[in-house]
């Protein structure tokens, strides 16, 4: 069916902003519930870069049971320790590496100690230190703080460019309603790292800034949409308006949230097969990110600017 506006043919309404916008508050809300649920029960995990701490990579060759090397280093080291297996794409290069967070670190005598133990548990497998790094927690602590300054300044930036370039329907609150939008990303991709209990590093605050980017340049093209229609269609209210624009480029989202997000699962599959575990903490929450991303930015960032200037006209009317 089509709707006759100032002359125009335009298709019908297909998309109720305000409807999809609750459905969308409680499934984010349902998703923030089980982040804390599962934080709770299983904590947070920070690499040693934002806590401090030690990790050391040993090459190996041939079989190793990571519970095998797990029991090996145990009755060396009587501290809390994570273990972790990667082996390369071309399958010829293996490695488990040890994490200590905290203030716990391993000494050199330790480390030592340690390559003794598999090389008297393993002969036949050739164990070597591949490499060995250690953070100082306060050296973490200004790690951690730059990158949030980092992030901080690209939402304050966001905010910017965003009032500017949308001045003629309302700058500020379009800026404020697309900041929320990211908010809702980010809160999305954090709460994935802890469900699958994945460590927050700097991966991670690469996958934030990726975000964003992305989730807010499906805002834009909303907003500019926005303001097309605006000119086109001065007699359509401001919830029409929305609806309109968000059914013009809702299929072209879609299609380019499930392109982009195919090609970041591809590094999640690749990462799974060879156990790579660098990859993991940036392709997963970045494909959970990005999902979320396409739902945001039409329905949590339209809506809320709906009702914001509706709330704002209200005002001046009386």
């Given at each position: 069916?089509?709707?006759?506006?100032n002359?125009?043919?335009?298709?019908?309404?297909?998309?109720?902003?305000k409807?999809?916008?609750?459905?969308?508050?409680?499934?984010?809300?349902?998703?923030?519930?089980?982040?804390?649920v599962?934080?709770?029960?299983?904590?947070?995990?920070?690499?040693?870069?934002?806590?401090?701490?030690?990790?050391?990579?040993?090459?190996y060759?041939?079989?190793v049971?990571?519970?095998?090397?797990?029991?090996?280093?145990?009755?060396?080291?009587?501290?809390?320790?994570?273990?972790?297996?990667?082996?390369?794409?071309?399958?010829?290069?293996?490695?488990?590496?040890?994490?200590?967070?905290?203030?716990?670190?391993?000494?050199?005598?330790?480390?030592t100690?340690?390559?003794?133990?598999?090389?008297?548990?393993?002969?036949?497998?050739?164990?070597?230190?591949?490499?060995?790094?250690?953070v100082?927690p306060?050296?973490?602590?200004?790690?951690?703080?730059?990158?949030?300054?980092?992030?901080?300044?690209?939402?304050?930036?966001?905010?910017?460019?965003?009032?500017?370039r949308?001045?003629?329907?309302?700058?500020?609150?379009?800026?404020?309603t697309?900041?929320?939008?990211?908010?809702?990303?980010?809160?999305?991709?954090?709460?994935t790292?802890?469900?699958?209990?994945?460590?927050?590093?700097?991966n991670?605050?690469?996958?934030?800034?990726?975000?964003?980017?992305?989730?807010?340049n499906?805002?834009?093209?909303?907003?500019?949409?926005?303001?097309?229609?605006?000119?086109?269609?001065?007699t359509?209210?401001t919830?029409?308006?929305?609806?309109?624009s968000?059914?013009?480029?809702?299929?072209?989202?879609i299609?380019?949230?499930?392109?982009?997000s195919?090609?970041?699962?591809?590094?999640v599959?690749?990462?799974?097969l060879?156990?790579?575990?660098?990859?993991?903490?940036?392709?997963?929450?970045?494909?959970?990110?990005?999902?979320?991303?396409?739902?945001?930015?039409?329905?949590?960032?339209?809506?809320?600017?709906?009702?914001?200037?509706?709330?704002?006209?209200?005002?001046?009317?009386?």
């Open positions: 069916m089509a709707k006759s506006l002359g125009e043919n335009v298709r019908k309404f297909k998309i109720n902003s409807k999809v916008f609750k459905i969308s508050l409680i499934v984010y809300a349902f998703i923030l519930v089980l982040g804390i599962f934080g709770l029960i299983f904590g947070l995990s920070l690499d040693i870069n934002f806590k401090g701490g030690t990790i050391i990579n040993y090459k060759t041939g079989e049971a990571e519970d095998s090397f797990r029991s090996a280093v145990a009755e060396v080291i009587d501290k809390d320790f994570t273990v972790s297996a990667n082996k390369s794409i071309a399958g010829n290069s293996q490695t488990y590496s040890i994490s200590l967070v905290g203030n716990d670190s391993l000494s050199n005598e330790l480390q100690a340690i390559t003794t133990k598999l090389e008297e548990k393993f002969p036949d497998n050739s164990f070597s230190v591949l490499d060995s790094n250690s100082s306060t050296v973490a602590g200004t790690f951690f703080l730059k990158s949030l300054v980092a992030v901080a300044i690209a939402a304050a930036l966001v905010i910017v460019y965003v009032g500017i949308f001045k003629k329907i309302g700058g500020v609150t379009a800026a404020i697309a900041l929320c939008a990211l908010v809702i990303d980010l809160m999305v991709t954090f709460v790292c802890i469900v699958f209990r994945l460590q927050i590093d700097s991670y605050i690469a996958v934030v800034l990726t975000i964003l980017g992305y989730s807010l499906d805002t834009i093209v909303c907003y500019d949409r926005v303001r097309e229609n605006k000119k086109l269609f001065p359509l209210t919830e029409e308006n929305m609806n309109l968000i059914s013009g480029i809702l299929t072209r989202n299609v380019t949230s499930v392109t982009t195919l090609a970041v699962l591809t590094i599959v690749v990462s799974e060879y156990g790579l575990s660098s990859l993991r903490t940036f392709a997963i929450p970045m494909t959970f990110g990005l999902l979320s991303g396409c739902v945001s930015s039409l329905f949590i960032s339209g809506p809320l600017w709906v009702y914001w200037q509706e709330k704002r006209a209200a005002k001046k009317a009386k």
